[in-house]
């Protein structure tokens, strides 16, 4: 049995040997770079190989975890200055919480943690105007990170209070509870997180 086999192995190779070689495109591109030397190779012959045990091969590279999508805002969108906004994402098996980033025009990372494959923030809560950044870490629940979304990006006009007064000084880092937006009114304002 082993000698058939053999002998099939050592014919197939002889017939894959005499095939003429069909020129591919990176032959073309390679011909034309190198017009002034010209390498040509002598064909190998290959003895067939015979072994006890089967080759097994692994393959050497890992594929990346899949994380969470983003689904809105959706990338490149204009954002009104004041207003709700719902950011989510698809859901990942065992997670134990999400953190969205929002990365504020001057660079700074605002995080907010959920359980949720959404949160909502009023916009007001972030007075800069400019290109805003927002990605979803996923953490199991041990606290561990998972895996790290891709960046998506939504740009934000400034927001002026409409008192006239100082905004607090309130950049949106504030938790999802209370935060006031820089609202100074008794009568409520529309600020606040979820």
């Known amino acids: ?19 003429p070689a069909t020129p591919t495109q990176e032959d073309k591109i390679v011909e034309i770079a190198t017009t002034e030397e010209i390498v040509t190779e002598a064909p190998t012959t290959q003895e067939p190989i015979t072994t006890e045990e089967p080759i097994v091969t ?21 954002i009104p200055p004041v207003g709700k906004v719902t950011f989510s994402w698809t859901p990942m098996n065992e997670v134990g919480k999400y953190v969205l980033n929002i990365i504020l025009p001057s660079g700074e990372i605002v995080p907010f943690e959920t359980d949720e494959t959404f949160y909502d923030r009023y916009m007001e809560a972030f007075v800069a105007g400019g290109e805003y950044q927002w990605q979803v870490v996923a953490k199991d629940t041990n606290g561990s990170e998972i895996c790290v979304s891709e960046v998506s990006t939504f ?20 938790d999802s509870g209370g935060d006031s937006g820089g609202c100074t009114d008794p009568g409520g304002c529309s600020g606040g997180g979820q």
């Not at 692994?58 to 204009?78: H, M, N, R, Y």
């Not at 008192?163 to 309130?170: F, H, I, Q, T, W």
């Open 155 to 174: 740009d934000k006009s400034a927001y002026e209070n409409p008192n006239g007064g100082s905004n607090g000084g309130n950049d949106g880092s504030g």
């Open 58 to 78: 692994e393959e050497a590279t890992k594929t990346p975890i899949a994380c969470v999508t983003l689904l809105t805002p959706t990338d490149g969108s204009e």
């Open 1 to 19: 049995m082993k000698t058939k086999v053999a002998i099939l192995v050592f014919i197939s190779i002889l017939l894959v040997s005499c095939a």
